[in-house]
């Protein structure tokens, strides 16, 4: 059984290198964004073999079905990033190459270092759930509360802030009007211009009247 | 059965038709009952269409397809799909008087038509020698009916007509004719409004229209056994009244037609791809036969005069193959010279009536080569009109002959 | 069926053949269920819409045109299959099959019967949820590579109604997490048994004298005592009939039609403004995955709501029978699976009906109903949820001393939260709607208002 998962893990390993590795050096960025959800999937399926059933599903909820579509609305409703046209490397790749590497690093070195490699046998019977969903409840809310807050108040802000600027944009939108509601409009404009000697505009548009008090 | 859907719909008359009025209920309240209303009302045309077909335009839900091959609609006597033409149940003539008012106003100009011609006179006589509609580029506009003051074109209800022949829908005389009977069927009021004046003008024409000319094509085997069965029924009469010699004759012509007019019965039915020139030759011999019946019915008892004409009739049946016009030409010609040979006959005195059998011993000939190719064909009519014409003369020498021994 | 095959082969095989064997026959089985399932649907959609709309619907291929779907396959794989020039080659291959795949890997985790169930995923709702949200993906990629804009503007629309609906589709999932105190698929059927809005709270008084057919023993049932009970048990304690699990099925049905792309939330394949939405440029096999993946995704989101809200394979007679022992057993399954099936196919049909009855709704009117109602609804009742979770199973240490309902028998203490939550749920409900309502008088027609 152990070789099976080993063989297993080899084969999820070298998948998820490859598509990594296919995300930063393929030309078309649609192409670039399918291979990291490729990769995405390899690492939820690690999480699986490693009987962390609640964060593989959890991985492919999030980065799959949200981050990824993200990326790909992102990358599809901006115009000309797409194409083979662009450049692989820029100048400072070299910089690119030293700020991750470093990052890694920090990450691996005290993990290497501090590892207890020779680990006891499990203890027959029942083995331990790793990071159930109670777990990582339970952890969210006792050792690791003020991260979780931090984290929320973040999206809350993000959230808000997006609610605001789609505000701002839903003032100066009008309802679409049918073709007899502007018929009906332009003539009403066309009777208010003949009746009035001055010209009324203030009325119709806010933004342009605050724009000429400053 | 009576749903709440039926006592919800009030039916009025007017003079226009009748008027359906549906009580849709209340009108929308709040919200959500809009979206419930929709879904009651969907929920009735299932369970309904589950168990009833919509019958009655006053009802509001059931299955309303008609499944088409098996199930048909009645359809309308108005309902106009390609023109027919009409021609009499009984004497089998054609309505149609070739007066060529629907191929002047048909829009698409499918209509095509040729005048029948009197083989004696060579003159035009009001009937049709050859009709032709495409109805591949027919628009059912119905204008030919409209137009047709002899009430012979009418508005086909069969619409079925789909063909994979190249030219199937190209539709001669034979295929465009249908009897009174089935219009009548088909549209009764439209018929029983028009019936008495086209009857009237039909009368009218069948007195101008030499014998067979007009008569459906289909119809003329029909005719001519029935005319024969007459023949053999009234044989005693003129038996009676003429001499022995003259009565030998006759029966021996009267055998004879009932022997043709069976061998017409077994001959198969004209074929319809060859019509224009199967045609000329049929007409010849058509010609040829009326022209030495006119001889003979200037004098001569009537049964016996029918006999030629029986036994030209299989001429036409003989020759299926496509002839060249030419063959046209020489058939008229040589019915013309029969025509004028019998009217020679007639003009030289009283008619004598042994002057049929050799017609009738004439016209079988054109029976004989009917394996033949095109150009003995052509060579059988002329030398059946050739034959015709001297057995006119003969006759006419008899005659002469009988009038010297009176 | 591993220890079915464990008893037949014995130890001829290793053990993991074994294993492994008995999925693939497991998963044999659940993929023909569904494809069976799929070509009746596809079958019954178009005949029960045609009656609908006063029509017969196909009835000339088979008996009543039952072979009707089997006639379409054989157009379907006869086809030829077309890929535009300009369009990405793979990507374009790819997306019938990253569209179907999750859709068929939703199937894994439904209890289909008593015991009947594939696999036993203790996160098996939040796996539901994950798998079917990588199809839109599938979608993505079909709209991008066809390389049409009809094909992206559908994929846009699909992804953000995926998305969107997700939300309120989820939460009211969180509902059933809640009063399950769990987010395994397979003990929901065993939760929803007892009898309509008591669930399995009335308790036998007489433990010699209760008939085994009307009284079931239950044991760990959450919340209650974890000695066995014996517990009054129609197999009608469906959520469905208590105002929380109602409140959270008609969400979740909303939200399930809209992820299933089923009219009235079929705008992704808007035949009348974007011809057919991803799958314009697709013909052959290929449409036809899209086309199945569509129908099964379907078929298991009713069976996902049926197992939540409905009782899944809970019904009358099935535990019955159950307790009868021996053969019976699978008796109660096979009863157990037919009410499963006949959840599904009834959930289906009011899909169909909705079809006829509903006109598609508008890009905007999609968002709006999504985030303005559904989604406050969703997160009210999960507020109901955990009042009928704390009326009903808290101590009142748990209570800190707030509340004590201690003394008061489990059925007194449903019937008190069934109240409160019924309360809340429809007050909600009425303000919710009340202030999506359009305004009596809209400022533009005033505005507009032209004097005589």
Not at chain 3, 349 to 356: A, P, Q, T
Request: hydrophobic share 50%; net charge neutral.
């Amino acid at each position: 059984m152990n070789t099976l998962i080993t063989i297993l893990f080899l084969v999820f390993a070298v998948f998820i290198l490859v598509a990594a590795i296919m995300t930063v050096t393929v030309k078309n960025i649609v192409h670039a964004a399918l291979w990291l959800i490729s990769s995405f999937f390899g690492v939820g399926a690690l999480y699986l073999l490693m009987e962390a059933e609640f964060l593989g599903v959890v991985q492919v909820l999030i980065y799959v079905g949200a981050v990824s579509i993200l990326i790909l609305f992102a990358i599809m409703l901006t115009r000309d990033l797409e194409g083979s046209q662009n450049r692989q490397l820029t100048p400072r790749w070299w910089i690119a190459l030293i700020v991750p590497a470093a990052l890694f690093g920090i990450l691996i070195v005290p993990t290497v270092m501090t590892h207890a490699w020779q680990l006891p046998p499990l203890p027959a019977g029942q083995p331990p759930t790793i990071s159930g969903a109670q777990q990582i409840g339970t952890a969210f809310i006792r050792e690791y509360l003020l991260p979780f807050e931090v984290a929320a108040i973040l999206l809350l802000v993000a959230m808000i802030g997006a609610i605001v600027v789609a505000f701002e944009e839903r003032e100066q939108r009008r309802r679409v009007l049918t073709l007899a509601e502007q018929v009906r409009l332009r003539r009403q404009q066309q009777q208010q211009v003949a009746t009035l000697p001055e010209p009324a505009v203030s009325t119709v548009q806010p933004s342009e009247a605050t724009g000429s008090e400053t | 059965m009576t749903t709440e859907t039926e006592t919800e719909t009030t039916e009025t008359q007017t003079t226009r038709g009748k008027v359906y009025v549906i009580d849709r209920g209340r009108p929308k309240l709040r919200a959500g009952q809009g979206l419930l209303t929709g879904l009651d009302v969907v929920f009735r045309h299932f369970r309904d269409a589950l168990m009833r077909k919509l019958e009655k335009p006053s009802q509001q839900t059931g299955v309303f397809t008609v499944q088409y091959p098996e199930e048909r609609l009645k359809l309308p006597e108005a309902f106009r799909n390609f023109p027919i033409l009409l021609y009499d149940d009984e004497t089998g003539h054609e309505l149609c008087t070739s007066c060529f008012q629907c191929q002047r106003i048909c829009p698409p100009q499918v209509i095509h038509m040729t005048q029948a011609r009197d083989p004696a006179t060579g003159k035009a006589v009001p009937a049709v020698a050859e009709f032709l509609i495409e109805y591949d580029a027919c628009m059912s506009c119905g204008l030919c009916a409209e137009v047709c003051p002899f009430d012979a074109i009418k508005m086909d209800h069969e619409f079925e007509l789909s063909t994979d022949v190249h030219g199937g829908l190209t539709i001669n005389k034979v295929g465009l004719n249908r009897p009174i009977s089935y219009y009548e069927k088909i549209a009764p009021t439209f018929w029983a409004e028009v019936k008495d004046g086209a009857m009237k003008k039909l009368q009218g024409n069948i007195k101008r229209r030499p014998d067979l000319i007009g008569v459906a094509p289909q119809m003329i085997d029909t005719i001519k056994a029935k005319r024969a069965e007459a023949a053999t029924a009234q044989e005693p009469a003129p038996t009676a009244r003429d001499s022995v010699p003259t009565d030998k004759a006759d029966r021996l012509a009267a055998i004879r037609a009932k022997a043709a007019a069976k061998d017409a019965e077994a001959q198969p039915a004209p074929s319809d791809d060859s019509a224009p020139t199967d045609k000329a030759a049929r007409l010849a011999a058509i010609r040829a036969a009326n022209a030495a019946r006119k001889a003979a019915a200037e004098g001569a008892p009537a049964p016996a005069s029918d006999a030629p004409a029986t036994h030209a009739a299989p001429a036409p049946d003989a020759p299926p193959a496509a002839r060249s016009m030419p063959d046209d030409k020489a058939a008229r010609l040589a019915a013309i010279r029969a025509a004028n040979a019998a009217r020679k006959a007639a003009a030289e005195g009283a008619p004598a009536p042994a002057s049929d059998v050799p017609t009738a011993h004439a016209a079988p000939a054109s029976d004989a080569p009917p394996a033949a190719s095109s150009m003995p064909d052509d060579k059988a009519a002329r030398l059946a009109a050739i034959r015709a014409a001297n057995a006119a003369k003969k006759a006419a020498a008899q005659k002469q002959d009988g009038n010297d021994d009176k | 069926m591993t220890d079915i095959l464990r008893s037949w082969i014995g130890s001829a095989l290793p053990d993991w053949l074994i294993v492994l064997i008995a999925y693939l026959i497991v998963t044999t089985i659940v993929l023909f269920y569904a494809v069976g399932n799929f070509i009746l649907m596809v079958w019954a959609e178009r005949r029960v819409i045609a009656r609908m709309q006063d029509r017969l619907g196909p009835n000339r291929v088979g008996p009543a045109g039952l072979l009707q779907p089997i006639a379409d396959a054989v157009k379907m794989f006869t086809k030829e299959d077309i890929v535009p020039r300009s369009a990405d080659r793979w990507v374009h291959l790819l997306a019938p099959v990253v569209s179907l795949a999750p859709v068929v890997m939703m199937l894994a985790v439904i209890p289909w019967g008593r015991g009947w169930e594939p696999i036993d995923l203790n996160v098996a709702l939040l796996y539901v949820v994950a798998v079917s949200a990588v199809s839109g993906i599938g979608l993505m990629m079909a709209g991008w590579g066809s390389n049409n804009k009809f094909a992206l503007l559908g994929a846009m629309r699909a992804v953000a109604q995926l998305v969107s609906y997700e939300i309120p589709a989820v939460t009211a999932l969180l509902t059933v997490v809640v009063l399950a105190g769990g987010m395994s698929l397979l003990n929901l059927p065993y939760l929803q048994a007892g009898i309509p809005l008591m669930g399995a709270t009335i308790l036998c008084n007489d433990p010699v004298g209760c008939s085994p057919l009307l009284y079931t023993t239950l044991t760990s049932f959450p919340g209650s005592p974890n000695e066995p009970v014996q517990v009054l048990d129609l197999g009608l304690g469906w959520w469905v009939f208590t105002p929380v699990g109602l409140l959270g099925f008609v969400v979740f049905f909303i939200a399930a039609l809209a992820e299933g792309e089923r009219t009235p939330f079929d705008i992704p394949e808007a035949d009348s403004e974007i011809v057919a939405g991803y799958m314009t440029e697709y013909s052959g096999m290929k449409f036809a995955t899209f086309y199945i993946a569509q129908y099964i995704l379907n078929f298991s989101l009713a069976a996902l709501a049926a197992t939540a809200f409905l009782g899944g394979w809970q019904g009358p007679g099935v535990a019955a029978l159950a307790n009868m022992g021996g053969p019976w057993v699978h008796v109660a399954a096979a009863l157990s699976a037919f009410y499963l099936l006949a959840k599904i196919w009834i959930l289906f049909f009011v899909m169909i009906w909705l079809r006829g009855a509903f006109p598609r709704l508008r890009v905007d009117q999609l968002m709006d109903f999504a985030w303005k109602l559904l989604l406050p609804l969703a997160l009210v009742n999960i507020v109901s949820a955990s009042l009928m979770v704390s009326i009903t199973q808290w101590t009142s240490a748990q209570w800190s001393g707030l509340v004590n309902l201690d003394g008061f028998a489990s059925w007194q203490r449903q019937l008190i939260a069934v109240i409160v939550t019924a309360i809340i749920n429809i007050s909600a409900t009425y303000w919710i709607l009340s202030i999506n309502q359009r305004p009596k008088e809209e400022e533009w027609d005033e505005e507009l208002v032209v004097a005589p």
